[in-house]
């Protein structure tokens, strides 16, 4: 996870919880669903050593670019 997330860079990521199997661990057997998006944000923001609310505030411009928003 580190190593992708270095490698693509907050520019061009997006969060969703579609993922039915890539819940976070400590969740691991229970369904996906948007309550866990705030755990992949902290652990987005502590693999890329920036505050929380910079990966939020850039993950949903890069969402609303790609959708044209």
């Known amino acids: 996870l580190r190593e992708v997330v270095s490698a693509?860079?907050?520019?061009?990521?997006?969060?969703?919880?579609?993922?039915?199997?890539?819940?976070?661990?400590?969740?691991?057997g229970m369904p996906n669903h948007p309550g866990l998006l705030p755990l992949v944000v902290w652990r987005l923001a502590e693999i890329l050593r920036l505050p929380p609310w910079v990966v939020c505030h850039r993950t949903s411009f890069n969402a609303e670019a790609l959708y044209r928003l």
Not at 8 to 28: F, M, N, S
Request: hydrophobic share 45%; no cysteine.
């Open 8 to 28: 693509v860079g907050l520019g061009k990521l997006l969060l969703e919880t579609d993922a039915p199997y890539l819940v976070p661990r400590a969740y691991r």
